[in-house]
């Protein structure tokens, strides 16, 4: 089915001369245009007191802007189709003639309507892309919509009594809990709108690095075939399974945790693979849940243990869990990868949720990050044959019941924090001593992240590790704060906090700007074109904060 054959833009139109008595109908073809309704209202200022009172006068040409958004956003929606704005304009116009004559209501309709049309979805904030999406169209139809039902219940309930008086009154009384039921219908709805638009934005990119990969493989294959003349079929043998959705590489850096990824598979591992796995109950699902501070290695360990037993599964994924758009995308791409048709996000959770509960394929679930246990209802699949590994910072998933075992991380020992950070000095051609080593080590409480961010900045900037060790300590002593016990929560906020002290202090205006910039973005997921501008004339940033010639 087509979208043309899905969506019936008319349907509001419909609606408007089911509901409206022919009178009320005959005013709303009557404005419809911006410029009509425009006119019409200047004409309804001269007997309406209300609207002479510049308050509400400005409140309602602020809510003429913003449903001029609203109409154009509905125009390119319906592919030229002029009837779906002209419905709008025409009936907000009859809505304002009938409650400007009592300013109680003309200010509950115009509070409404300004609470309303700032949360509509606007087109024009979609990539272009995003528009293609069946699903996304679906939801922002439900959204104007749900306009139409809001404008018809205002007319019923504030227009249908010949002056404002107890019956007026009581049928305002008794729709406002619709009003409400509606207006939480659009809240959910709007939720709809932007998971569908970040679902299809990253389908959308989705596919072109599929398009990108697949030519890399052809021209790979060209080349194979050209010195072997056998073809391109091994080419493809060797090609890595489509169901393993691990989004980024295995680390050359990760050092040690071999007890930690050992006690993990212990207690995933498919039946016959491990001894615990031996005997575990056949029906109860094996999962794991890693919990610990942010930056103590939980995601490193996911990733490394998902490359180190790919082969133990047939099939694996991967669920960031920070925000819900990123649940949803990822249980969407799941669907395509498992060959469902793309039906929207609902309907791709649902097809991915039964595949999960009823293959007999062994399989390996990772949600990275998640959030507290509620942020998961929905998505967690009971299953025998699969295996959950969870990371989080939020220690209360230990003692939920869907897991099974829980670790609560702790920071890196000395020889593979030292290891770490040699390994970083080593790419970086560099050398550093055993004791600048323990000592740096040390001082970040053996916090990976830690190690990491102190290791690299010293190799950037050149300078010796004992100098920045002398430097660091200066910085740790002028703050003032005393020393807490290794280990603690407490000391590894004093870590990162005094070395980004002492970092942020290093850098120079542009840079710190350009700081308070990337502050805003998912980490995840920086795109280029913010930085640099994009072919399609989308402005980058503001040229003097990455300018080689501008002042510091």
């Not at 082969?311 to 991967?318: H, P, R, T």
């Not at 007999?360 to 699949?381: M, V």
């Not at 280029?528 to 072919?535: N, P, Q």
Request: net charge negative; proline share 3%.
């Amino acid at each position: 089915m087509t979208q043309k054959q899905t969506i019936d833009w008319l349907r509001g139109e419909k609606r408007l001369r089911r509901e409206l008595s022919a009178e009320e109908h005959a005013k709303v073809h009557a404005l419809y245009s911006a410029k009509l309704l425009s006119e019409s209202l200047q004409m309804l200022k001269a007997s309406r007191e209300s609207l002479r009172n510049t308050t509400n006068w400005d409140r309602l040409t602020n809510v003429l802007g913003l449903l001029k958004s609203v109409a154009r956003a509905a125009d390119v929606l319906a592919e030229g189709l002029c009837i779906p704005s002209g419905s709008l304009w025409g009936s907000f116009g009859l809505v304002v003639e009938v409650v400007s004559g009592n300013q109680k209501y003309l200010d509950y309709v115009l509070h409404l309507y300004e609470d309303l049309l700032r949360r509509l979805p606007r087109v024009e904030s979609y990539p272009p892309q995003a528009l293609q999406s069946s699903a996304l169209r679906l939801a922002l139809f439900d959204v104007y919509e749900l306009h139409h039902s809001l404008a018809v219940r205002c007319v019923k309930t504030f227009g249908r009594a010949s002056k404002p008086g107890i019956l007026a009154r009581i049928r305002w009384i008794l729709d406002s809990p619709i009003f409400e039921q509606e207006l939480r219908q659009l809240n959910y709805l709007l939720r709809r709108v932007d998971e569908e638009a970040g679902h299809a934005l990253q389908l959308e990119k989705a596919a072109a690095e599929e398009r990108r990969h697949a030519e890399l493989v052809q021209k790979q294959e060209g080349i194979l075939a050209a010195l072997t003349d056998k073809g391109s079929s091994k080419m493809r043998q060797v090609h890595i399974t489509e169901r393993f959705t691990v989004p980024w590489t295995r680390s050359r850096s990760f050092i040690g945790r071999e007890s930690i990824l050992a006690e993990i598979h212990s207690h995933l591992a498919p039946d016959g693979e491990a001894a615990a796995a031996a005997a575990a109950v056949a029906s109860h699902q094996r999962s794991v849940a890693i919990c610990g501070l942010g930056g103590i290695g939980k995601t490193q360990i996911a990733l490394e243990y998902a490359h180190l037993h790919k082969d133990s599964y047939q099939a694996c994924f991967w669920v960031t869990c920070d925000v819900r758009v990123k649940i949803t995308t990822a249980f969407s791409e799941m669907a395509r990868v498992l060959d469902f048709d793309d039906l929207g996000t609902d309907q791709n959770i649902m097809n991915v949720m039964d595949w999960l509960k009823t293959t007999a394929d062994k399989w390996l679930l990772i949600f990275d990050n998640a959030e507290e246990p509620q942020s998961l209802e929905g998505f967690w699949p009971p299953s025998s044959n699969g295996s959950i590994l969870l990371t989080s910072q939020d220690t209360s998933w230990i003692g939920q019941d869907t897991i099974n075992h829980g670790i609560n991380l702790g920071s890196l020992d000395a020889d593979d924090g030292v290891k770490l950070l040699r390994g970083i000095f080593s790419r970086w051609k560099r050398t550093i001593s055993r004791e600048a080593a323990e000592r740096i080590v040390h001082e970040t409480g053996g916090l990976p992240l830690a190690i990491r961010q102190i290791g690299s900045y010293i190799c950037s900037i050149g300078t010796e590790p004992e100098e920045f060790i002398s430097r660091y300590s200066e910085v740790q002593s002028s703050t003032g704060v005393e020393h807490w016990s290794e280990g603690t929560q407490l000391s590894y906020s004093r870590t990162l906090a005094t070395f980004l002290d002492f970092s942020f202090g290093k850098l120079g205006r542009q840079a710190l700007t350009a700081l308070g910039v990337f502050c805003f973005l998912d980490v995840d997921n920086v795109w280029a074109e913010i930085l640099s501008g994009s072919s399609s004339g989308a402005p980058g940033p503001p040229g003097h904060l990455f300018h080689a010639d501008s002042p510091e």
